[in-house]
């Protein structure tokens, strides 16, 4: 097996797992978590945070340590956190272990991306790394995806879908142990972040509005659809299931910037996610608008990553998994302060409000336009 496929195939796998399950499933179970522990829109907002917080400081952990241990030891690592953060979840008997949990299990997230970004750079031949980063970066769609029909299965038991979550975990540990390389050259200054040029305070703006804007279906999408047409944890499932199959489109985003160029790209799909969650969130939204509207922001989202995976390697050719680390870590930045304020939003104005200003947020990052330069350099 080649490089390509084999470093490809195992980052898919684990994105899919960290971030599917690990970090976006709890959106699924919520209404379901929320009835038998009283957790409320703020609180689940709040909750719903720490698990973007966790991942904001394990994926600068990450970055560095994947400077300093390898690829390989920190996926491992990345794995095992969120096996054991989801078996928490699992077993919560109250809001503040659940809130434990959800932050542990969350940071599995920012310790899985920096290693896989560093292994395709080290191992994949240069022409097949953004298809390949954009590839590992789409398993967050299988994740999701693959979260429905399981929700269905066990019949909205969140306890018994997030045990066997962690089950899998386990197992992708060890797939990753043998399959990807130690990458453990350590650079020189290995504590030291990239420049801070223009393109990276333009990565800054733009990711943060992008993923403060996410929030309002990562977090509440399962709630809105309860509140607009009663939805139950059987039909939230099948939104789960157009969000996760969607993005998978993702996977072409390497495909996409190559032909449109960062900015059309950029712009594109934030309009797209736009709609969808304008689809799913405001008020007379039906099935059919929800699952058109959660596809339309499943494939819009997992695209956004991958133009700001791109955007932050090539802002960084150097140290790769700085890089991306600077991108993700504002996605999450912004996706921690987005999930209370929308509980908060939703809480004192209702849903309509919280939508339509969510959705101004994610219009404004494009606003943070690229620089042709830092295109034609890629």
Not at 26 to 37: A, C, H, R, S, T
Not at 43 to 60: K, M, P, Q, R, T
Not at 180 to 188: F, K, Q, V, W, Y
Not at 249 to 258: C, I, P, T
């Amino acid at each position: 097996m080649n490089a390509a496929l084999r470093i490809g195939t195992t980052g898919f796998g684990l994105i899919a797992v960290c971030y599917g399950f690990a970090r976006f499933a709890f959106g699924l179970f919520l209404p379901e978590i929320d009835n038998d522990l009283s957790l409320g829109p703020t609180l689940s907002g709040i909750i719903s945070g720490g698990s973007f917080f966790g991942y904001c400081i394990a994926i600068v952990a990450s970055a560095t340590l994947t400077e300093r241990f390898g690829a390989r030891a920190v996926a491992v690592c990345a794995s095992l956190v969120a096996a054991i953060g989801m078996a928490g979840i699992a077993a919560a008997p109250n809001a503040v272990w659940l809130a434990g949990a959800v932050l542990l299990a969350g940071s599995s997230t920012g310790l899985a991306s920096p290693p896989m970004a560093a292994a395709v750079t080290a191992a994949v031949k240069r022409h097949q790394q953004n298809i390949t980063n954009t590839t590992i970066n789409a398993g967050t769609s299988a994740g999701i995806a693959l979260s429905g029909p399981i929700a269905l299965l066990v019949a909205g038991q969140w306890r018994l879908a997030f045990g066997g979550f962690a089950l899998v975990a386990l197992l992708m540990a060890f797939v990753a142990h043998i399959t990807l390389p130690r990458t453990d050259d350590t650079p020189s200054s290995p504590q030291r972040l990239p420049p801070v040029t223009d393109d990276v305070v333009r990565l800054i703006i733009a990711a943060f509005l992008m993923g403060a804007a996410s929030t309002a279906l990562w977090s509440f999408g399962g709630q809105l659809a309860n509140l607009h047409m009663g939805w139950k944890i059987n039909d939230i499932g099948m939104l789960w299931v157009a969000i996760g199959s969607a993005g998978i489109f993702g996977a072409f985003a390497g495909a996409f910037v190559a032909r449109f160029g960062l900015n059309r790209t950029h712009w594109m799909f934030l309009g797209l996610m736009s709609v969808g969650i304008l689809a799913v969130g405001m008020t007379g939204a039906t099935p059919f608008t929800t699952l058109l509207g959660g596809a339309l922001f499943g494939a819009s989202y997992v695209m956004l990553t991958g133009v700001y995976l791109i955007w932050g390697v090539a802002a960084s050719p150097n140290r790769p998994a700085m890089g991306l680390m600077i991108g993700f870590l504002m996605i999450a930045v912004g996706q921690t302060a987005g999930a209370p304020v929308f509980g908060i939003l939703m809480d004192a104005f209702g849903p309509d409000h919280a939508v339509m200003v969510f959705i101004v947020l994610g219009l404004a990052a494009g606003g943070a336009s690229i620089r042709r330069k830092l295109v034609a350099a890629r």
